[in-house]
Structure formats: structure tokens, C-alpha cells
T-cell receptor, first 115, second 114 residues
Framework: AQSVTQLDSHVSVSEGTPVLLRCNYS??????LFWYVQHPNKGLQLLLK??????LVKGINGFEAEFKKSETSFHLTKPSAHMSDAAEYFC?????????????FGQGTELSVKP | GAGVSQSPSNKVTEKGKDVELRCDPI?????LYWYRQSLGQGLEFLIY????????KSGLPSDRFSAERTGGSVSTLTIQRTQQEDSAVYLC????????????FGPGTRLTVT
């Protein structure tokens, strides 16, 4: 079965400092992994996705994530946080790996950015 | 182009009443998903339609929940005899490429059962 675990329910950083949101996954297939962001009272937006091409994936708004098979991790990073990055972030795995299927969501990490 | 749309955006209903939630996917997308987002359960899968195949109903929490997709486009999620624990945001997503591509989410319907 496929699953994801987000290791922190809440992360707080200062504006201009790096962001690290941690995610570990479990997948019976070659995994398809995603990070989605949800701003308050807004819909889910795809930040980036990994589908077995390059292990370092670049997304929107300066975010990137590195797929590490040996560590079963897919952590999300950004070199410098901006106030507008404050939101909830979800690490997601596809149920049937690179064959698509339903999405399985982590519990979410709420990112706060202090001025 | 137009994204995934859902209606109504908010719905307040009394316990025991039936509700219908509507999803209009992106035109041409063959796969359509329903998810539910609630405080206690996070984001969870409900049901999945792919083309003319039988839907994957494995995420429906009870037989009070049902969904249909007419003409391979619009989908309706129906909850019968609503309970307070059904209060949640119901999200719809669609994707092209037989479900292989990015899932695009609608804004959701916030359901409150009083």
C-alpha cells in the first residue's frame, strides 16, 4: 500500500530564511510524488511532481524537492521564505505509482512565516 | 481556459436531509475524483471515475454516499440522510491522460450539517 508521512504538523520560519518541509513515503510501485499547497480559503495548487525523471524537481515559486529512494524521502525546500509562502503544504503519493490513480495525502504541514 | 468548478460553494443543511454536490471537470478530462477534507480526517479519497470504466468507490464512507458521472463530464455526489460527521469540504479534481497527469482541483463545496 502507498502512504506518506509528513514529519512536522507545523513549521515556523523567519522571512528570508530557508524552508524545509519533511516527507517520507511508502510505495509498492515506482512512486509518483507531489507537493500541493493550500492557502487559506483557497483550493489546492500543485507545487511540483516527481515521476521518475530527474531526482531533483523544481516547482513554482522557488520551491524544489529531492527524491531520495534510499531514504524514502521527498522533502520540500526553498532557499528563502516569503510572507506569501504561509500556507498548508501536503505531500502526496499516487495510488498506482506512475500509472495514475487516486491521490493519498499526508496530514499536512502548516508553514508560518514571521516578518 | 476554465478550471474545475464546483457548486454550491457553501451548503448548510439540517441533519437527515439529502444533499447534492456538483462538479464540472475541465473539458476533455477523462478522469474525475472526489475527495473530502475534514478537520479530523485530513484529505481522503472518496470515489474515482475513469472514462467508461466502473467507478472506484472504495473510499465512500457509507452507503449514504453515492456519485454518478453523466456523459463522461459532470459529476454529482449525493449524500443521503446527512449526519453531522459529514460536515467537511468536498473537493473535486480532474485529469487527462487516463488519470496519469496532474490532478486539477476545484475550489470545493463546504458542507455544514446542523
Amino acid at each position: 500500500a502507498q502512504s506518506v508521512t509528513q514529519l512536522d504538523s507545523h513549521v515556523s520560519v523567519s522571512e528570508g530564511t530557508p524552508v524545509l518541509l519533511r516527507c517520507n513515503y511508502s510505495s509498492s510501485y515506482s512512486p509518483s510524488l507531489f507537493w500541493y499547497v493550500q492557502h487559506p480559503n483557497k483550493g489546492l495548487q500543485l507545487l511540483l511532481k516527481y515521476t521518475s525523471a530527474a531526482t531533483l524537481v523544481k516547482g513554482i515559486n522557488g520551491f524544489e524537492a529531492e527524491f531520495k529512494k534510499s531514504e524514502t524521502s521527498f522533502h520540500l525546500t526553498k532557499p528563502s521564505a516569503h510572507m506569501s509562502d504561509a500556507a498548508e503544504y501536503f505531500c502526496v503519493v499516487s495510488d498506482r505509482g506512475n500509472q495514475g490513480g487516486k491521490l493519498i495525502f499526508g496530514q499536512g504541514t502548516e508553514l508560518s512565516v514571521k516578518p | 481556459g476554465a478550471g474545475v468548478s464546483q457548486s454550491p460553494s457553501n451548503k448548510v443543511t439540517e441533519k437527515g436531509k439529502d444533499v447534492e454536490l456538483r462538479c464540472d471537470p475541465i473539458s476533455g478530462h477523462t478522469a474525475l475524483y472526489w475527495y473530502r477534507q475534514s478537520l479530523g480526517q485530513g484529505l481522503e479519497f472518496l470515489i474515482y471515475f475513469q472514462g467508461n470504466s466502473a467507478p472506484d468507490k472504495s473510499g465512500l464512507p457509507s452507503d449514504r454516499f453515492s456519485a454518478e458521472r453523466t456523459g463522461g463530464s459532470v459529476s454529482t455526489l449525493t449524500i443521503q440522510r446527512t449526519q453531522q460527521e459529514d460536515s467537511a469540504v468536498y473537493l473535486c479534481a480532474s485529469t487527462a491522460d487516463r488519470g496519469l497527469g496532474e490532478q486539477y482541483f476545484g475550489p470545493g463545496t463546504r458542507l455544514t450539517v446542523t
